[in-house]
């Protein structure tokens, strides 16, 4: 049991006795209740009592220096051999925890420190450990949820900008199809016009005659046929 639990230790009333084989120990009142360990050194051997309310404690459970000596009897005793000249009994009733730490000095037990702990306390703690990792639970799950948010929104972001992209080569493509389109019809037209050039092949079934003749004198000095197109002026004018 540590001392730096937050938890409601009770003070120790500590009992010493002086010379060889004196009892030491401590007495927890919680009001309702008092709880008591007693240590008594006799030739290397220690016996432990606890009591409540001043009546022996049986079956509790003994440890030393976190090793198990055995449970209390009937009368709430149990005897170990003494293991150094410090040492630490801790013994755990029903609903009860004492722990005690011992000095041999002299060939007598020195009680140095003492704490007490109710079974309510424990359940107690217990309870705030289950809802600290709850709670921790559900940071994790809460921060894991952003995470994901995060990431999903980020796919979204790139899914975005791959559509545009799309569409924006989508549109260069038309719009490179619409220039070589109207390419094409430009050309087409420079190609019309060329061939439109100089007078038509026929003419009219009824034109006036002035007119044929310039026609035939053009027709026959672009074929070079040795027409001449001089005096063209008087015919036309005509």
């Known amino acids: 049991m540590s001392a730096t639990k937050p938890l409601a230790i009770l003070l120790a009333v500590l009992v010493a006795a002086t010379g060889v084989g004196a009892a030491v120990g401590s007495t927890h009142d919680t009001g309702a209740e008092t709880y008591a360990m007693d240590a008594q050194l006799d030739d290397g051997t220690v016996t432990v009592t606890v009591t409540q309310n001043d009546s022996g404690v049986a079956n509790a459970t003994v440890e030393v220096d976190g090793e198990d000596v055995g449970e209390t009897d009937a009368n709430g005793t149990v005897a170990f051999e003494r293991p150094d000249d410090e040492f630490e009994v801790n013994t755990e009733t029903a609903n009860a925890e004492l722990e005690s730490e011992y000095a041999v000095d002299d060939g ?30 559900e940071r994790e799950e809460e921060d894991e949820e952003r995470e994901d948010e995060r990431e999903n929104d980020e796919r979204e972001e790139e899914e975005e900008e791959r559509e545009d992209e799309r569409e924006n080569d989508e549109r260069e493509d038309d719009e490179r199809e619409e220039e070589d389109d109207e390419r094409e019809n430009d050309e087409d037209t420079d190609g019309d016009a060329a061939a439109q050039q100089g007078p038509p092949e026929t003419l009219p079934s009824v034109v006036p005659d002035s007119v044929t003749t310039i026609h035939d004198r053009i027709s026959a000095f672009l074929g070079g046929n040795g027409g001449s197109v001089i005096g063209l002026g008087g015919a036309a004018a005509s």
């Open 108 to 137: 007598s037990l020195v009680l140095e420190e003492s704490e007490f702990e109710m079974e309510d306390d424990e359940r107690e703690e217990e309870d705030e450990e289950r809802e600290d990792e709850r709670e921790d639970d």
